[in-house]
């Protein structure tokens, strides 16, 4: 997971990144495919991924509307 970027939004951390086909198998997201920026949330068991967008443009927006901006 390089070049994550995440925001706090309330008690957890939203992360926006994109993500290898590994992690993107291990977190059950497949069905998403490899292309584009993942919006996802982590903690000790690992990434649960909420969203993905086609550009960093509309990642950053989907985040804003997760974080009630």
């Given at each position: 997971m390089?070049?994550?970027i995440s925001i706090k939004?309330?008690?957890?951390?939203?992360?926006?990144g994109s993500l290898s086909r590994q992690t993107i198998v291990d977190?059950?997201?497949e069905h998403m495919g490899p292309e584009?920026?993942?919006i996802f949330t982590h903690d000790k068991g690992g990434i649960d991924v909420l969203a993905k967008a086609?550009?960093?443009?509309?990642?950053?927006r989907l985040a804003d509307i997760m974080a009630g901006s």
């Open positions: 390089e070049g994550i939004c309330g008690g957890r951390i939203i992360c926006i977190a059950g997201a584009g920026y993942f086609a550009s960093i443009e509309a990642a950053f």
